[in-house]
């Protein structure tokens, strides 16, 4: 096995909490439950051929359009109208950073290794997510989807992380907690460690890269 010279982190979940408790306030405040999302995620992808919620993430689409097919979709589940207005809010405002990842991050860092970001994430929201934690300070690359144009899984933009870190993707790894964006890195040729919590992904990456 190739020498790790790089860590790709996602950001979502790994190096924030778990983005369940976002979904749970979603539903508290507007009534639209995490199946509900689904369900019209799923009704809109059959009707216009592709997801909003995808085609938002490569920034084909803005967050205002997506959040009114959205609202569309949801419409026809609901017993009342929507109101997702504060979307952003809410799910920004349920994710903290998470302390032990960051401080992991450094320390890599420090040890020499190579530190990229690679997130599927929102154009908008790139000044939310960037005050949440040290990006700069840790990270010399940050590839998000929105503005490359492509998001993980596909097989693009592990091509895009690679070639900008100027390394072979065996000597690449990614920690990111769905398991299809580690599947996708293995098949781009790169390691993965499939986040699960701090511990498990903490002691596995370890592992891989002694
Ligand atoms: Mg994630």
Redesign the pocket.
């Known amino acids: 096995m190739a020498e790790i010279k790089a860590i790709i982190s996602?950001?979502?979940?790994?190096l924030?909490t778990p983005?369940l408790p976002s979904f749970i306030s979603l539903q508290n405040e507007i009534g639209v439950s995490p199946e509900n999302f689904g369900k019209a995620l799923r009704a809109i992808t059959e009707e216009d051929g592709v997801n909003p919620l995808y085609a938002m993430e490569r920034g084909e689409i803005t967050e205002v359009a997506f959040l009114e097919r959205l609202d569309a979709g949801l419409a026809p589940l609901l017993d009342h109208e929507p109101h997702l207005h504060r979307f952003r809010e809410i799910f920004i405002g349920g994710l903290d950073a998470n302390p032990q990842m960051i401080e992991l991050m450094r320390e890599l860092k420090a040890e020499g290794l190579r530190m990229a970001m690679l997130?599927?994430n929102v154009r908008e929201w790139e000044p939310l997510w960037r005050a949440m934690l040290p990006v700069d300070e840790i990270f010399e690359l940050v590839i998000d989807s929105a503005f490359v144009g492509c998001r993980k899984p596909e097989p693009r933009i592990y091509e895009i992380t690679v070639e900008q870190l100027g390394l072979p993707a065996e000597a690449c790894i990614l920690v990111?907690?769905?398991l299809p964006?580690c599947e996708g890195a293995r098949e781009a040729g790169m390691s993965a460690v499939h986040?699960r919590d701090n511990d498990q992904a903490i002691a596995e990456l370890r592992a891989t890269i002694a």
């Open positions: 996602d950001f979502g979940g790994v924030t983005l997130t599927n990111d907690d769905m964006n986040f």
